[in-house]
């Protein structure tokens, strides 16, 4: 019988292995690759080939998974319909996690075994930028668009929501996010879905699982809660006066702290220096102004440093789009690992089934119904 060790929220406790990610203090590897060479170089179908098929793609290989997702991103008829009746006040995710678990019954994919489930998860990848989109189109009265020839997974997101092909440095942006956001091995909504799928249930149930994880602010849901706190303030002065008043409540700041990153965050080094290129360029000095008010106690005082969330919310608001799309654009780059995972965790198998300590009443006999 192994040794009972209690942690909670699991906290330093291996869970399992994994040949995916690495994440640790010293930098994030995806397969062996740092995530600044990885963001540096590659494209975000490059990583999903690298998630799935465990090696970067080639050109042949590249131009392959590029058509795979092309010809998995048109919607059924039945789920935009399905689209149409889901009222405007539900938020993304909530529609997200519904759609995605829609999607299933429409899932074109024979069979389950890992080449089954690979493509399956090329086809999670590619209905799931479709569906924001069209979401999206449909929240501002405006009809879905089919995709648009020869655009990468970033640029399509983008056109199908907006209706024209993104400029360069949109593009290089989200492509940049979805590369950031793909894979960070035990987290709690891939943890979420390996369990999921440790009952070998379905790769569409541990995904929709999966999305009920991310949404919360505590995951995946900080990079709208850290903007929706940075919108609390016009001035640097004000995001100053909040902080001090916040971090003497012991309230939780969006968008700091990690349970694995104790001296910072890879991704968030990374997009936060193309975050301030991007606020150069548009003049926006007091958003920055705001955004370094808040982080320069967190880091100097509590020492507690931004997640990728915390650029990632300001990024995304200086792009101009809504809230309500970020965490959204986080599971649509997400799924790569989460299903990659999910392939993973089939591969060597056990059901996940911690134990607990129980606290509740002592044993004592039912009393009769006249009794209670
Ligand atoms: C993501 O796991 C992953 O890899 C997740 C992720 C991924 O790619 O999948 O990286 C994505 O989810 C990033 C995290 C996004 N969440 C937030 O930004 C929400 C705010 N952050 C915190 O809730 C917290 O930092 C967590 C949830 C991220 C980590 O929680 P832990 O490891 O359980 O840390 P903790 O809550 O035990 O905090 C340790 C101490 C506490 O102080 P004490 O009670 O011991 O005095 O640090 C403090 C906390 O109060 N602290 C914070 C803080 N984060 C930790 N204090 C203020 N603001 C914060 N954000």
Avoid at 244 to 249: D, E, F, I, S
Avoid at 257 to 271: C, E, F, Q, S
Wanted: charged share 25%.
């Amino acid at each position: 019988m192994r040794e009972e060790t209690y942690s909670p929220g699991l906290a330093g406790v291996i869970a399992g292995e994994t040949n995916i990610a690495c994440v640790a203090q010293g930098n994030l590897l995806y397969r062996g690759y740092t995530i600044q060479d990885l963001a540096d170089k590659v494209c975000f179908e490059e990583v999903t080939h690298l998630l799935l098929f465990e090696e970067l793609p080639n050109a042949a290989q590249l131009s392959s998974i590029k058509k795979t997702l092309a010809s998995y991103r048109p919607l059924p008829g039945a789920l935009i319909a399905a689209l149409r009746t889901i009222p405007t006040s539900v938020p993304m995710m909530d529609v997200l996690r519904s759609m995605v678990s829609y999607a299933g019954h429409f899932d074109p994919v024979d069979g389950n075994d890992e080449a089954a489930n690979r493509q399956r998860a090329l086809w999670l990848t590619a209905q799931i930028g479709a569906i924001i989109a069209a979401r999206y189109r449909l929240l501002n009265d405006k009809e879905p668009l089919a995709p648009k020839e020869g655009l990468g997974h970033a640029a399509q997101i983008l056109y199908q929501c907006h209706g024209e092909a993104p400029d360069a440095l949109s593009e290089e942006l989200i492509d940049l996010t979805l590369v950031l956001y793909a894979e960070h091995d035990f987290n709690a909504s891939t943890f979420t879905g390996r369990v999921i799928c440790s009952t070998l249930s379905d790769m569409v149930s541990g995904v929709t699982g999966a999305i009920g994880a991310l949404k919360g602010p505590l995951h995946g849901g900080a990079n709208e809660a850290a903007m929706e706190m940075l919108q609390r303030f016009s001035t640097a002065e004000e995001a100053s006066i909040w902080i001090t008043q916040a971090l003497k409540n012991k309230e939780k700041v969006m968008g700091f702290g990690h349970r694995v990153y104790k001296n910072g965050d890879h991704r968030a080094v990374i997009l936060e220096e193309k975050l301030r290129k991007l606020a150069e360029q548009k003049g926006e000095y007091t958003w920055m102004a705001i955004y370094d008010a808040i982080k320069k106690p967190m880091t100097e005082e509590k020492k507690i440093y931004p997640n990728v969330d915390y650029p990632c919310g300001l990024t995304y608001f200086l792009m101009d789009l809504p809230l309500d799309l970020y965490t959204p654009l986080f599971v649509a780059s997400r799924v790569t690992g989460w299903t990659a995972h999910i392939i993973e965790q089939r591969r060597n198998n056990r059901i996940y089934r911690p134990l607990s300590i129980y606290t509740g009443p002592k044993e004592r006999p039912v009393p009769a119904l006249d009794e209670r």
